[in-house]
């Protein structure tokens, strides 16, 4: 069985392991497709919080089952499968938070993951493909994340969300938070993926950070009232910052995304707004099921994302150049049939 396995930042390479070996309780998986994700990009450049090195990377991922005992589910079924392995011991599992367990351990984080020609998991951790195709099955987890950051918010109808960063999770929730019914508001500072905002996701609201006064945008945008939501999906320490002044009175600041300094605000205007700032971390069997029935439905196409395609054999030679940003990637997809 080949894997492509992350040696160290900047190094990535094919390796030959043998099959997994599958025992009851677990699930053995052929790999139909992989979604490279920012945290597979964030590992090859070696910025990644929670990493070790080597890893095999790969947790947006769908597959056909090959053998497995799990009741309900049958050979040659296609599926995907929540990639966060909780103990369901702690406190947060015990609250349901299964997303931010204490002992999480993230599949292509935290222990391998499934940059593999087949995969074993837990069978607790299955999902039914139903309907979906491949392509979906595999967008399934980073819409995921989308999400569970817009079910924190609590969006109301009509309110205003500004997400920072239209990379892919900043897509994803914008694209979860339009279907929850807010007004959105999109922050970048590249143009192209602005106009992929514009002219696929049919978006009005857009600022360049580069171009326009972000702040003054969205006053304009929202009539002086300033977002009633903020998500940051860039990760970036300056974006973060700036933009505790874009937020409302009675606003919410989720970060989504995830960078190793640390951040500071003024408390006193923070304080005077009676703000809320929370963090958002992976998603939820819930969150899964819910982007799933948002894609059969039709609510959300993940087709329109998938910008970049490439066979397992290819992901050497191809990877690096996806951390260019003039290269218009929004979401790559390795085929491995």
């Known amino acids: 069985m080949k894997s492509m396995v992350c040696i160290k930042p900047g190094s990535m390479e094919y390796k030959e392991h043998e099959m997994p070996e599958w025992k009851k309780g677990l699930t053995l998986l052929r790999i139909t497709r992989i979604g490279i994700c920012g945290t597979d990009l964030h590992a090859f450049d070696g910025s990644q919080p929670y990493f070790n090195y080597p890893r095999i990377l790969g947790h947006e991922l769908a597959a056909e089952i090959v053998k497995t005992d799990?009741?309900?589910?049958?050979?040659?079924?296609?599926?995907?499968?929540?990639?966060?392995?909780?103990?369901?011991?702690?406190?947060?599992?015990?609250?349901?938070?299964?997303?931010?367990?204490?002992?999480?351990?993230?599949?292509?984080?935290?222990?391998?993951?499934?940059?593999?020609?087949?995969?074993?998991?837990?069978?607790?951790?299955?999902?039914?493909?139903?309907?979906?195709?491949?392509?979906?099955?595999?967008?399934?987890?980073?819409?995921?994340?989308?999400?569970?950051?817009?079910?924190?918010?609590?969006?109301?109808?009509?309110?205003?969300?500004?997400?920072?960063?239209?990379?892919?999770?900043?897509?994803?929730t914008a694209e979860m938070a339009r279907v929850a019914g807010a007004q959105v508001i999109m922050a970048d500072v590249n143009e192209r993926r602005l106009k992929f905002c514009r002219e696929k996701l049919k978006m009005d609201h857009l600022a360049n950070a580069t171009a326009v006064d972000v702040e003054e945008y969205v006053r304009d945008v929202t009539q002086g009232a300033m977002p009633d939501v903020i998500f940051d999906a860039t990760g970036n320490l300056s974006a973060i910052n700036n933009a505790f002044r874009y937020m409302a009175h009675a606003g919410k600041y989720v970060l989504v995304g995830l960078q190793k300094k640390e951040i500071g605000f003024s408390h006193p205007e923070f304080h005077k707004r009676e703000a809320t700032l929370m963090s958002s971390r992976n998603a939820t069997r819930q969150d899964f099921m819910h982007v799933m029935d948002c894609m059969e439905k039709k609510l959300i196409n993940p087709g329109d994302y998938i910008t970049n395609r490439m066979k397992f054999n290819e992901v050497k030679d191809k990877f690096e150049n996806l951390l260019d940003p003039g290269n218009g990637a929004i979401k790559a997809v390795v085929e491995m049939d």
Not at 73 to 85: G, Q
Not at 91 to 102: F, L, R, S
């Open 70 to 172: 799990a009741e309900g589910f049958a050979e040659k079924e296609p599926v995907t499968f929540l990639p966060y392995f909780y103990c369901d011991q702690c406190t947060a599992c015990k609250k349901g938070k299964t997303n931010c367990c204490a002992s999480l351990k993230v599949c292509g984080v935290h222990i391998d993951g499934g940059m593999s020609e087949y995969f074993l998991v837990p069978s607790g951790y299955l999902l039914h493909g139903g309907s979906l195709a491949a392509d979906e099955l595999a967008l399934v987890e980073p819409f995921s994340i989308g999400a569970h950051a817009v079910r924190r918010a609590e969006i109301a109808r009509n309110e205003f969300a500004l997400v920072m960063g239209a990379g892919p999770i900043g897509l994803a």
